[in-house]
């Protein structure tokens, strides 16, 4: 079993920019090779400002290396939980926000002709609990009465033509949520951003950032000094002791995933028939999808801890438990990868961007940061530029958590109230 993650493990890189070298002054420099980091480095790029990504490790090495693939509708909460909490239209304008980043990645792939098997698959959110699908009910009555926006609830008497499973209570299915294979997509980018100009250096970890003036800061990496005009953060659950403001206010959260072998197409027919883009209502989720060449993905906060290899292994024999769980026709399927990576919760769920101390930052997008992490990044030029009506969420408060000052010593206090509510409710 490899604990490579499957993405990468398929994906070929678009250059080797480890020994790219770093240079002494930018126009912006962005730390993390991400989806944020290089959608922010390809259109900052083709505007012809001079911009340089800088990564501790390589393209696509934290969360947009390790994910599900799935980058769906709707936000963090549900919308029912959004309108409860910031009013009828600004819950419309944040939920079609979403919808407004799935277009934008699909505008990436196809602008830069990125093969990264992107497809409208449709989003499955499956209920746990009888109260969840009636949580779905109503979100699904208020998208119609507030935005006019279509979506399908599939009850339990009629789960077999979405899933093969009988563990679920109700769905509720939205036509619009897409897959794709996120190495492609993430290596796709840094090579269409390395072509429009824009400098890569994997392997240049950030150790200080100290500021010149206003904006501007010298940026210390571990090969070399950048002096940038602008800085954006994009670091999500890696952010770290450099932006200590920041890393107060993300909650990294592991999350872990196992992929399948290849499994036969009457199997995969049984799994998943229209190939959705699943997620569940459990506080600690199970997500799942098919893999463009017909594995399982299943992925869940499995446990609460952070990733490494002991922590993966220990994570996905939890992850096959459940599994079977679900699908117990695969208890003879191998399973070919496990891995881990970091989350970035903030304490509202919701996505956080702005600049603090002339620093700017787009970050916490709580497990649905696909869609969201490519289309802040290339928003953030706009804002960058002074165009503020290009960030939706700089107004949402930002509070620390409390006690968080390094590592996150409260997770496993946080993953065992999860496990007792999803118990009860
Ligand atoms: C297991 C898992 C499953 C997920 N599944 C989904 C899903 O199916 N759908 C969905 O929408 N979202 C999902 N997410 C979330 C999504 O992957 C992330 O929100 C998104 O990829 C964040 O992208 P990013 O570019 O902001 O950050 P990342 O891709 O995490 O990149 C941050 C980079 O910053 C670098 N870095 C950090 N500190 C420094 C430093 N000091 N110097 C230099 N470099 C530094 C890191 O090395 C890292 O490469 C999942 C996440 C995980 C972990």
New binding site residues.
Partial sequence: MKLTPYWLDTAEPSGDYRRTPVPEKVDVAI?????????AALEFAKQGTTVAV???????????????????TGLAISFNTAVKRYGDARAVDMFREYNDAIDTIEKLVRDNGINCDFQRFGKLSLAFHPSHYEGMLKSQEQLADLADYKVTTIPKSEIHSEIGSDFYQGAMLDPLGAGLH?GKF?HGLAGAAADAGAIICEN????ELRKVSGTAHDVH?TRGVIRASQVLV???????A??PWLQRRVIPV????IVTEPLPEDVVNRILPNRR?A?DSKLLTY?F?ITPDNRLLF?GRARFAL?SPDSDVKSGKILRKAMLELFPYLSNVKVDYT??????ISMDQMVHAGVHDGVFY??C??????????H??KNMVRYMGGDKSANVWEDLKNPPVPGHFGPPWFLPFIGGAAKIIDRIK
């Fill in positions: 730390i993390g090779a991400g989806f944020t980091g290089l959608s800088l990564d501790r490790h390589t393209v696509g090495w934290g969360a947009s290396g390790r994910n599900g693939g799935m980058a769906t996120v993430v240049a970890a950030v150790t990496t994009a670091t999500s659950g890696y952010t770290g450099v932006t592991g999350s872990f995933i883009q997620s997500y999808r992925g990733s891995w881990g990576g970091l989350v970035d787009s970050l997008y709580s497990g649905h940061g696909v869609q969201m992490a490519a802040m990044g």
